[in-house]
């Protein structure tokens, strides 16, 4: 019995127990994070495939959210609860900013230009050496 490979089912597994998908995730903090609200609900519950997408962010969503089968149906809606939290957060607005907070947002958001002045000379120079090399 301690030899089991799903040991984080604990004693509750059975050899029956059917493990099955509820979503898959692009983002490995976001399947934490459902994962620890399933698991604050009681829902026994593993996150896979971490290392390979990360690895290898292929862009499908392949880290998998995985539960006992008789706790799919409580699980999907707590996922879809969580999705739709997600969804409907207030995007930040400046609709009560005044002059002096737009003007600092600018600024924080401008480049400067000394900056772009640096990169090209960099680039100039890193070109002027590369050009000696090969001549």
Known sequence: MKNRILDYFEDS??????IVLVKYFYFESEARLN???LKKEGIKCFVSNTNTITAFPLGEGGIGLHVKDTDLEQATKIVIEMHENKISE???NFHDADLEEIAYQKELNALPLRHWHFMFLAVLLLLILLGGIFL
């Open 35 to 37: 994962a620890a609200r």
């Open 90 to 92: 207030p995007e930040q």
């Open 13 to 18: 597994f059975d050899e029956d127990t059917k």
